[in-house]
């Protein structure tokens, strides 16, 4: 399967990266060669072969949580670019 520089583009922009033409045949190769495995799997038979359901044996242990405070808090504030007492000041990131 051969996959084209635009298709290239395309996945780029949406993962938000940016390629440059030095790089695109090597991502060209290393994407066909995926999908050329991918492909290979479809050549499989498997209508015999038993659906994989994995169940967990033993229960996770739990365990009580213990509140702590953290040894160097006071230093890790002082760094702060933005503070507010006892706490870090971000940016808001949803709406109300």
Known sequence: MQITPEEIHVLAAEARLKITQEEMPEIIEYIDGFLTELER???????????FDYKEIE???MRE???VDFPRRK???????????NYFRVARILEK
């Open 41 to 51: 799997m479809n050549e499989l038979e498997l209508k015999d072969v038993p659906l």
């Open 75 to 85: 230093d890790l504030l002082i760094a702060a670019p933005l503070r507010e007492g």
């Open 59 to 61: 229960s996770c242990p």
């Open 65 to 67: 949580d213990v509140i």
